[in-house]
C-alpha cells in the first residue's frame, strides 16, 4: 500500500482514477506516461536528482545489447528459493531487473527511483508495473511489511527503512559491484562484501552470497554507453573498445526478528 509522502503524514492513499489522496486530502496525480511523482521538494538536494536522461538512456541500451542477462539469471536463480509475490526495486533505474523477474516469476513489480528520466523510462516500457519517483534513502512510501523482496542492484542501501517495508519471512537482495566489475576500465578494486554486511546489520543477516560474472567483447558505442553511466573513477586510458567484465557480488539477506526501527 502507499502512504503519503508530505512531511510527518505517512497515511494511506487511495486512488480514484488518475487521482492518488491521503485522508489529510493531500493529493498526487498519476502522470500521464503512468507513474507517480511523491518527490518532496525537502526530500531532493538538485533540481534533477538522481540519474540524468543521457546516463539512463546509455544504462538501458547496455541492457538491451543483452549483456546484463546472465547477471539478471543469477539474480532470479539466487532469489528463487522463496518465490516473491510483491517486489520492490530501491533505484530500479529504467526498471530492467524488476520488469524482468517480473515477467519471469509473475511477481507484483513497484520500483522507486529519485531519477524522474528514470521513472518515465520504466514506465513507458513497462506499463504493467508500478513505478514512483520518490527518495529511496529516506522514508519509502509504502506501508510496513508490504513486500516479500526488496531488491538494491547497485542502488541505495536503507537497512531501517528496507526492513519496514519487509514481511518478517521476507528477502533483500543486494547486488554490489564485484572487485574485478569493468576491470578494464576501472583497475580492480577491492571487495566490498564485509563492508556491506557491516552496513545492512543489526537489521539483516546475511544468507547467501554469489558472484556473478561475465564478458563481452565490446565495440566503441557500448564502451561508451558504459562511461556515460557509472559514476566510478577511471584508470588513465581506459581501452576505447574491447572485452570488457561485468561482475556482481549478490548478497541475499534475510530480516533480524529484533531489529532496530
Ligand atoms: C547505478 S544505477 C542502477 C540502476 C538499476 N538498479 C540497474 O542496475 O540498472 C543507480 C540508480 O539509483 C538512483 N538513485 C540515486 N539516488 C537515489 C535515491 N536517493 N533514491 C532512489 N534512487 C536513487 C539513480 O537515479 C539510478 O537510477
Ligand atoms: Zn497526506
Not at 533540481?47 to 538501458?60: F, I, M
Not at 562484501?193 to 537489521?203: E, G, K, N, Q, R
Request: with cysteine; charged share 20%.
Amino acid at each position: 500500500m502507499l502512504l503519503c509522502s508530505v512531511r510527518g503524514c505517512a497515511q494511506p492513499l487511495t486512488r480514484t482514477g488518475g487521482l492518488y489522496a491521503c485522508p489529510q486530502k493531500h493529493s498526487f496525480d498519476l502522470s500521464r506516461r503512468g507513474y507517480l511523482n511523491l518527490l518532496q521538494p525537502q526530500d531532493r538536494r538538485s533540481k534533477n536528482p538522481g540519474d540524468s536522461a543521457e546516463a539512463v538512456a546509455a544504462r538501458r541500451r547496455l541492457h538491451d545489447r543483452g549483456l546484463t542477462a546472465p547477471l539478471l539469471a543469477a539474480i532470479q536463480q539466487i532469489t528463487q528459493p522463496a518465490p516473491a509475490s510483491h517486489v520492490l526495486d530501491a533505484g530500479c533505474g529504467d526498471g530492467f531487473y524488476l520488469a524482468s523477474l517480473a515477467r519471469l516469476t509473475g511477481c507484483a513489480a513497484h520500483g522507486i527511483d529519485i531519477s524522474l528520466p528514470a521513472i518515465d523510462a520504466a514506465a513507458r516500457r513497462y506499463p504493467t508495473a508500478e513505478w514512483i519517483v520518490a527518495n529511496a534513502d529516506r522514508q519509502i512510501p509504502y506501508a510496513d511489511a508490504s513486500f516479500s523482496l526488496v531488491l538494491s542492484i547497485t542502488a541505495r542501501r536503507n537497512a531501517p527503512e528496507f526492513h519496514r517495508v519487509l514481511e518478517p519471512s521476507g528477502r533483500l537482495l543486494v547486488a554490489i559491484p564485484a572487485p574485478d566489475d569493468l576491470m578494464e576500465l576501472r583497475g580492480a578494486e577491492r571487495d566490498r562484501i564485509d563492508s556491506t554486511v557491516a552496513a545492512f546489520a543489526p537489521h539483516f543477516h546475511l544468507l547467501a552470497h554469489q558472484r556473478a560474472t561475465t564478458t563481452a567483447d565490446l565495440d566503441a558505442d557500448a564502451v561508451h554507453d558504459i562511461l556515460l553511466s557509472i559514476y566510478r573513477p577511471l584508470q588513465p586510458h581506459p581501452p576505447a573498445a574491447g572485452r570488457i567484465t561485468f561482475s556482481l557480488d549478490l548478497l541475499l539477506f534475510a530480516p533480524s526478528p529484533a531489529a532496530p526501527r
